[in-house]
């Protein structure tokens, strides 16, 4: 799917489109209801025949101009024919799922995904609506072609596993999904422009914009973006899952993340950078410090073939410390003392984010799904913001873990002759 086109110039083409009056930007369009000049055009908008790609708007739940612009905006970013905004990630991942399942349908997933999804698939679809998951080890190809049975729908993986940063195979897992006529759907949230799942054979690709794509922790929203019959579909006024749950992005909120698009390129690449560096120097004092930049990560070399290279390799990295108490002590430190970062779940954030994932954002996992996904009690998920300087940065985390005892005295003085 489009794989020569380059989502950043894509994006600037789509964003020399002009605000009603000349602005710069696009304009906020604040109405939740659109007059019709011709009274024939109503029945044909609710007919479907006519809609946003001809300029004809019914009501802002259906589509607004502004989400919408967004909607083509998210679309250029992910590589696909078209895309929709939703009030948030978990609404765009259960809209692209009820997009795609019915009553006594299958989904393949993912073990290691964002606690949300985790309990929307094994808890709440089975039981709301007769939707079961099968489970499965995305790295291990088989058990994903095994795990497919006549009643599957749809393959869904998040491209980089959440807290264990395994990188999915999409090329692989996009074949097998295709084998079988079955969409893979893929949760790029952790590393927009750094992996173009769509690019890579993604059918359709969804995205928390509260991360990293908004940047300041301050708006919850997402996207789902896939072909233009498909995301039609989600619209539908009587079948469709966007238009009749209600997940609506509200315009403001649009303006807003469209005005951030623009530097998510530098911000992408000033998150990777830091994250290497810290990374680097922490398993240098040889610390169980997990990320696909490390040449000693299990996926360091897929990554390196399906990464676009000028974002690095992402903005997180995971530290294990052992016990959820050293890790609870640390994070205090850092945050209290060194004011390194945040204890506070979500990522992509200017500044640092710090939590403990088995307590805290994969609790929705049973000790037995956490051990499978490689979850251990002392494992921090840290994504590394940009402000501050590196040195500055290093210093307050090596002086936290020798507060913590996790590294000896020497080892801080030698750390902290390089500062
Ligand atoms: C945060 C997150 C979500 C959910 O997004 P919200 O905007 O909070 O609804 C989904 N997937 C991943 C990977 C996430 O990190």
């Known amino acids: 799917m489009n794989e020569r086109r380059d989502p950043i110039e894509d994006l600037a083409h789509l964003r020399h489109e002009f605000g009603e009056h000349g602005g710069v930007n696009m304009s906020i369009e604040a109405s939740t209801t659109f007059t019709v000049i011709d009274p024939e055009t109503m029945p044909e908008l609710f007919e479907g025949r006519k809609g946003p790609d001809k300029g004809c708007y019914l009501y ?46 299958e989904v393949v997933a993912s ?47 998040e491209s980089i596993s959440n807290p264990t940063l395994r990188l999915a195979n999409i090329p692989r897992l996009a074949d097998i999904a295709h084998e079988q006529n079955l969409p893979l759907v893929v949760d790029n949230t952790f590393s927009p422009l750094l992996l173009r799942p769509a690019a890579l054979g993604a059918d359709i690709v969804v995205h928390s914009i509260t991360k990293f794509i908004s940047g300041a922790s301050d708006i919850i929203a997402g996207a789902i973006c896939g072909s233009g019959s498909y995301i039609g579909g989600l619209m539908d006024l009587h079948m469709g899952p966007l238009m009749l749950l209600g997940p609506t ?32 120097r922490l398993d240098a004092l040889g610390l169980k410090v997990n990320y696909p930049g490390l040449p000693r990560h299990p996926d360091h070399e897929l990554f390196n073939e399906l990464r676009s290279s000028e974002y690095g390799y992402g903005g997180v990295f995971t530290l294990d410390v052992g016990d959820e108490q050293t890790a609870n002590d ?3 430190r850092l945050q209290n003392e060194q004011r390194f970062g945040y204890l506070a779940v979500s990522l992509g954030y200017f500044d640092t984010l710090m939590s403990c994932s088995g307590s805290s954002t994969s609790s929705e996992l049973g000790d037995e799904a956490k051990a499978a996904a490689g979850i251990s009690p002392g494992l921090m998920r840290i994504s590394v913001g940009y402000t501050g300087t590196l040195e500055q940065r290093w210093g307050q985390l090596l002086a936290a873990l020798g507060d913590t005892g996790i590294i000896g005295a020497k080892k801080v003085q030698a750390g902290t002759g390089t500062a």
């Open 60 to 105: 802002g739940r259906h589509f607004n101009p502004t989400v919408f612009n967004l909607g083509r905006q998210m679309a250029a970013l992910a590589g696909t024919e078209a895309g929709y905004c939703t009030a948030s990630g978990m609404g765009a991942i259960s809209g692209a799922i009820l997009g795609l399942c019915n009553a006594g349908d």
């Open 111 to 157: 073990s290691a995904i964002y606690g949300g999804s985790y309990a929307l698939l094994h808890d709440f679809l089975p039981a709301k609506a007769g939707i079961k998951t099968t489970f499965v080890d995305i790295t291990d190809l088989d058990a994903v072609r095994n795990a497919i049975t006549g009643q599957t729908k749809l393959v869904f993986t």
């Open 249 to 280: 992005m509200d315009p403001h909120v649009a303006s807003t993340i469209s005005l951030r698009i623009p530097h998510l390129p530098l911000r992408m690449a000033a998150h990777g950078e830091r994250a290497l560096e810290l990374s680097r």
């Open 330 to 332: 640390l994070m205090s």
